[in-house]
T-cell receptor, first 117, second 114 residues
């Protein structure tokens, strides 16, 4: 079974508008972390935001926020005031804290975001 | 600090040839990883290492071997390249002190096997 699911292969948004990228996950580990990475066309992986399973508040980093709904096992990324430079592939990833996880990340398939002027 | 570096950046191989990808990190991280990225598949873990002299298999280890003789270096080897190994390869490192710590990625190696 897929541990991380991103159901939106592609998303379009108008510049300056907000956009939500969906991510659902599956784990039986009570302690885990959720990450979002951005991959622009140049190919590098850029860390955006982190949410811990025990964090009481949703994570925020500048224009990025994570809408964490633990009961639904979803960790959606919200980008406010989209910019042309936000056009990229976005990956959701999970790290379980269990003894044999060794910090490994499990990635979703990614969502390509295109920001229109 | 250079962070995580990968050598080479691009390579074209013929089927059956061998090569080694080198990953180096200067952050004294304990854990290192090799991923491959195929279109529509996200990143998948090939092998990983939790310390010098130790390696373990990830999700897609077949056709690859790894070694970590020094803490800062993690090598990925292809003994007999196949077209199915055409992919972008990313190395990453991680400090295990906090669950929240991000994995730092290298710039990637684009490998084509003809």
């Amino acid at each position: 079974a897929q541990k991380i699911t991103q159901t939106q292969p592609g998303m379009f948004v108008q510049e300056k508008e907000a956009v939500t990228l969906d991510c659902t996950y599956d784990t039986s580990d009570p302690s885990y972390g959720l990450f979002w990475y951005k991959q622009p066309s140049s190919g590098e992986m850029i860390f955006l935001i982190y949410q811990g399973s025990y964090d009481q508040q949703n994570a925020t980093e500048g224009r990025y926020s994570l809408n964490f709904q633990k009961a639904r096992k979803s960790a959606n990324l919200v980008i406010s005031a989209s910019q042309l430079g936000d056009s990229a592939m976005y990956f959701c990833a999970m790290r379980e804290a269990g003894g044999t996880s060794y910090g490994k990340l499990t990635f979703g398939q990614g969502t390509i975001l295109t920001v229109h002027p | 600090n250079a962070g995580v570096t990968q050598t080479p950046k691009f390579r074209v191989l013929k089927t059956g040839q061998s090569m080694t990808l080198l990953c180096a990190q200067d952050m004294n991280h304990e854990y290192m990883y090799w991923y491959r990225q195929d279109p529509g598949m996200g990143l998948r873990l090939i092998h990983y290492s939790v310390g010098e002299g130790t390696t373990a298999k990830g999700e897609v280890p077949d056709g690859y071997n790894v070694s970590r003789l020094k803490k800062q270096n993690f090598l990925l080897g292809l003994e007999s390249a196949a077209p199915s190994q055409t992919s972008v390869y990313f190395c990453a490192s991680f400090s295990a002190q906090r669950l929240a710590n991000e994995q730092y990625f290298g710039p990637g190696t684009r490998l084509t096997v003809t």
